[in-house]
């Protein structure tokens, strides 16, 4: 009879491993960035060996020991040779041969002076639409970039992570923004790099993108002209009551001083 373990607790097999980046996967040099690698909750709380890998490299990049669920790995001040495919595991420390199964490649890319030239980014139908519209955002790679078969990455400002990536075989991509809200309002620019990141375009000019909804109305004219005509209504309205009052007053005053004898 196998004696009863622990609520929750998972035995030998060790699940994947989990990468993400923060402040993002797409930087300016000198920006510190710190690579969390994560583990399952549900494994037993012991200590772990965690160890980030790049692609391009035999050896490890970097190793930490952790008891905890997850661990930071810090690239401090970052510049475009840190640029890359980095993946990370965990296993059990002192040496043991047997790691997880490593996270998905996370690209990080580091665009700056020095970067490929710039892509052009363009909206369809307008800047401005309703909700609900179909919109339509194209980043174009401009003629002199020496890269062909890029991959294209559509950023919105204040979102970590790209919003979406395409590969074409052209020298364009084309991000459908479908049913858009008044949150899909923002800052948008586009970036190109080849394969793993390793060069990368600087961003294209922003395009400001509004959602009618979204935009936010000054009412303060609008007010000031009805206060404006609501007072003028009333000073005309004054006027009128004025007049009618004093031709009612006359009328009396005709009828007081009317001589008796004609009555």
Not at 22 to 43: E, F, H, I, M, Y
Request: aromatic share 8%; proline share 9%; glycine share 8%.
């Amino acid at each position: 009879v196998l004696p009863l373990r622990p609520p929750f607790y998972v035995p030998a097999m060790l699940f994947p491993s989990f990468l993400w980046a923060q402040p993002g996967l797409v930087v300016v040099p000198g920006t510190d960035v710190t690579l969390w690698c994560s583990r399952p909750k549900l494994l037993s709380p012991q200590e772990k060996n965690f160890t980030l890998w790049k692609a391009g490299r035999q050896q490890p990049l970097q190793n930490r020991s952790s008891a905890q669920a997850w661990t930071g790995f810090l690239l401090s001040s970052v510049g475009l040779e840190d640029a890359g495919s980095y993946r990370c595991a965990y296993g059990e420390p002192r040496g043991s041969a047997r790691d997880s199964e490593p996270s998905d490649a996370l690209e990080l890319m580091v665009t700056g002076e020095g970067s490929l030239p710039k892509p052009s980014l363009s909206a369809l139908p307008s800047l401005v639409v309703e909700p609900g519209t179909h919109l339509t955002l194209q980043c174009r790679q401009p003629l002199q970039s020496p890269l062909w078969g890029v991959t294209f990455a559509l950023l919105k400002a204040g979102t970590p992570q790209p919003l979406q990536s395409q590969s074409p075989a052209g020298t364009s991509a084309v991000f459908p923004l479908l049913s858009v809200r008044a949150q899909d309002a923002g800052n948008y620019s586009c970036i190109y790099h080849g394969k793993e990141g390793s060069q990368v375009s600087e961003p294209s000019e922003v395009l400001e993108i509004w959602v009618t909804d979204s935009i936010e109305k000054d009412y303060t004219m609008e007010n000031l002209i009805q206060i404006g005509l609501a007072t003028l209504i009333l000073i005309i309205l004054g006027f009128i009551l004025g007049d009618a009052c004093n031709d009612w007053r006359r009328s009396e005053d005709k009828s007081s001083k009317r001589d008796p004898r004609l009555e």
